[in-house]
């Protein structure tokens, strides 16, 4: 009998059937199925390269979405993939323990700075920062404080698609008028209009202060995402807000979660971004290059005074099926073992310098409003949303793979790029701008 589907050796071949069935059936990231935007087969991965179906090959910018920082098929990840999944794949979580899981939590309290003791292995980013937000709930209903119900959040940022998530996102670019009625309604302040290195005033935190002086007794927590906002507008604040947002929360015995998903593991060129600000949070989420783009996993570790508050009273209530999923667990060890090598910080000084000689002539181009770099992050601002229909093509006709997204070009290579690809990068993208700026255009 010959078999419908085909055999899986067959998964690697990408047929025009197959994109017509992903075009009509399939939808992708934030896209119509209806009004599809292009969509590249890929073939193969390799360190900092993707190839396509058609055998062009790119250079990868994305590190898919912040994840693959080892680079692609790393021998030491695919070999922990390979010997974990010839002993077991996977096993329930509850009621049952494995080596995995264990190694892995014992990486990350010894990573995590001091008070992180505890630690709740979550299937996803957004999924870690719900269970970080009931976390919080719970620590205060376990205190008999039923009436505390909201967050403090500051506008621009961007925690994740699950309902829980998006209402602590930017309630603009967040999208919140498509979901109103069904999210939680939290307290919002401005996002921090210091910049990275900006000299700090005091007035920078006046509305913080002010809000959160307002607001302490019905809050569970403040979330945030330290120094750099990510996909709500690729932001880098100046670690002194932070510092000053830290001492509030003490002040008013608030929890503070920082969402450590996008710049843990070194990506602003300090192993935690909280570093930057010398401040540890209550609660830390962390996800994207713990498994080094492998597999979806993320963590919630917590300070052993939040575990033990919630639990001298009651259980932490959340408990997927594949909760500690031992492949991943597996991957996640190997990445946080590349990690521990410290070769990051070498990788990560060159990413920063690489970009900001790379990118530089972008600043003067008329269709430019602002270039920034902060350690393996590289952003060019534009003064006007790129059309992706158009944009997406001409970055691939270029030989990279660079996923804009409203008026931002951003970069965040693998760590493992090597020189002349990060250049190529750059000029592509500058080639790309200098095009957007032409007289026609702007
Ligand atoms: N928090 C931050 C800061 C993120 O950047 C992301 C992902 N872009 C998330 C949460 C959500 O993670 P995931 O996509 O794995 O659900």
Redo the contacts with the bound molecule.
């Keep these: 009998m010959t078999p419908k589907q085909p055999a899986s050796a067959e998964l690697s071949s990408i047929t025009p059937d197959d994109m017509a069935f992903d075009r009509d059936h399939i939808w992708h990231p934030y896209t119509s199925v209806t009004h599809p935007t292009p969509v590249f087969p890929v073939e193969s991965a390799h360190g900092a390269r993707i190839r396509l179906a058609d055998g062009r090959e790119l250079v990868d910018g994305m590190a898919s979405?912040?994840s693959a920082v080892h680079g692609y098929n790393h021998p030491q990840m695919n070999a922990a993939a390979h010997a974990q999944i010839d002993r077991f794949s996977h096993v329930m979580f509850g009621g049952l323990t494995h080596k995995p899981a264990i190694e892995l939590c014992r990486k990350l309290v010894e990573m995590t700075p001091e008070p992180l003791q505890t630690v709740f292995l979550a299937d996803?980013?957004?999924?870690?920062?719900e269970i970080s937000i009931k976390m919080a709930v719970q620590y205060w209903r376990c205190r008999d404080d039923e009436r505390r119900s909201k967050l403090l959040t500051i506008r621009n940022g961007?925690?994740?698609?699950?309902i829980g998530?998006m209402a602590v996102c930017d309630p603009v670019n967040g999208m919140h008028s498509l979901f109103r009625g069904i999210m939680l309604e939290h307290v919002f302040v401005d996002s921090p209009e210091c910049r990275f290195e900006d000299e700090w005033d005091e007035r920078y935190i006046e509305e913080f202060a002010c809000t959160l002086k307002e607001h302490h007794r019905d809050l569970v927590g403040v979330i945030m995402?330290p120094v750099v906002q990510?996909?709500g507008g690729m932001r880098f604040y100046s670690p002194h807000y932070l510092r000053r947002v830290s001492e509030l929360c003490k002040e008013y015995g608030i929890l503070l979660i920082l969402?450590e998903?996008?710049?843990g593991f070194g990506r602003t060129g300090k192993l935690f971004a909280c570093e930057h600000a010398g401040i540890v949070p209550d609660i830390m989420?962390v996800?994207?290059a713990l498994t080094g783009g492998y597999m979806?996993m993320?963590a919630v570790i917590c300070s052993e005074h939040v575990s033990k508050t919630i639990c001298d009273r009651s259980a932490m209530m959340h408990g997927p099926t594949f909760m500690g999923n031992p492949l991943a667990c597996s991957v996640a060890c190997a990445s946080l073992d590349i990690i521990a090598t410290g070769e990051w910080q070498e990788q990560v000084a060159n990413l920063e310098a690489g970009m900001k000689e790379g990118l530089e002539p972008c600043r003067d181009m008329a269709a430019v409003a602002d270039v920034r770099v902060l350690g393996g992050i590289g952003v060019v601002e534009l003064k006007q949303p790129v059309d992706m229909q158009v944009i997406q093509p001409r970055l691939v006709e270029e030989g990279v793979w660079v996923r804009p997204f409203g008026k931002l070009l951003y970069l965040l290579p693998p760590y493992v790029i090597s020189k002349e690809e990060l250049s190529f990068l750059c000029a592509a993208i500058c080639r790309v701008v200098e095009e957007l700026s032409s007289p026609e255009q702007v």
């Design positions: 979405w912040w996803s980013g957004s999924v870690s920062v961007y925690h994740g698609d699950t998530a995402e990510g996909a969402d998903i996008a710049t989420t996800g994207k979806t993320a």
